[in-house]
């Protein structure tokens, strides 16, 4: 069954964002936030830091990235097929590959996330990228809701490095990079996901809520899909030795969609060495 009208495709393809409802029942909702919150929960294990002791960048969201690799619970919701479904019909490809994954929670009181895209972070020639973003609890305003900028995804330019690591966003009152254009923040009802291109300029407001802003993101990319130029480590392709120009595809980058009804959810590859500079939110000791 389809869940993705003709009307939301064509709004993701031109404001590059869209909210697609109905995607997840209470049930899975239940099961998949408490797998999530566990993974997040042994992933932080040890850090007794308040959120004024972290860094810009960790005042804004804990990450936990790749929790399909170490937590079996996750898995079915990092490969769930409407979700699966829903975005390939969206990027309009017969096939997507699972880019990574990860967690994203917002504390109470959390800073506001800076604004960027995320095509620029990810060594990859092509561009039919998408991220479904997944809030167990819906989204609201004071929690910390998503904004996006219509149409960004095709403006002139717009793949450019922000670094959101050191706190320095994009400025968005600078008109040569919000072309006069105002962000749309989405509040997300439960059961729904928000799909964004991975060119589309976004940020997310701080959390004045005093409920943790729980949020489960699974980045998903065309098959087919090329490694770019030299200089750019990440682990989705350097664990599996793929070169510049080589196509992406290993069993660190497995087929998200589609799956037969009967297959059986890929298998996690090889840990990452112990120490990786790019593999923020991982522990080799979460692999037990």
Not at 58 to 68: K, P, V
């Amino acid at each position: 069954m389809a869940h993705v009208i003709s009307e939301q495709i064509e709004r993701y393809r031109r404001d590059g964002f869209v909210v697609v409802e109905g995607l997840l029942t209470d049930d899975e909702l239940e099961r998949f936030g408490a797998a999530v919150d566990a993974g997040v929960a042994r992933r932080s294990e040890g850090d007794a830091r308040s959120l004024a002791e972290k860094t810009p960048y960790e005042q804004s969201f804990r990450q936990c990235m790749n929790l399909w690799e170490d937590c079996p619970d996750v898995r079915p919701l990092t490969f769930h097929p409407r979700i699966g479904e829903a975005a390939a019909a969206l990027v309009g490809a017969p096939c997507l590959r699972l880019w990574h994954d990860q967690a994203l929670y917002k504390e109470p009181g959390g800073r506001a996330t800076d604004c960027h895209n995320d095509q620029p972070y990810w060594p990859m020639v092509e561009t039919d990228t998408i991220t479904a973003w997944i809030p167990f609890d819906g989204s609201t305003r004071e929690g910390g809701a998503m904004g996006y900028v219509p149409g960004s995804h095709r403006f002139e330019g717009v793949r450019r490095f922000a670094n959101i690591f050191a706190g320095q966003g994009f400025d968005l009152a600078d008109p040569a990079v919000s072309r006069g254009v105002e962000p749309v923040f989405c509040e997300v009802p439960r059961g729904a996901v928000a799909f964004h291109h991975g060119l589309t300029l976004h940020l997310a407001g701080p959390n004045r809520t005093g409920r943790m802003r729980r949020v489960h993101t699974v980045i998903l990319f065309a098959d087919g899909a090329h490694r770019s130029v030299p200089g750019h480590p990440h682990f989705a392709v350097d664990r599996a030795g793929i070169r510049p120009g080589e196509a992406i595809r290993s069993d660190v980058t497995p087929v998200m969609w589609p799956r037969p009804a009967d297959a059986p959810l890929p298998a996690p590859p090889p840990p990452p060495p112990s120490i990786h500079p790019v593999l923020p939110g991982w522990r080799p000791s979460d692999r037990r």
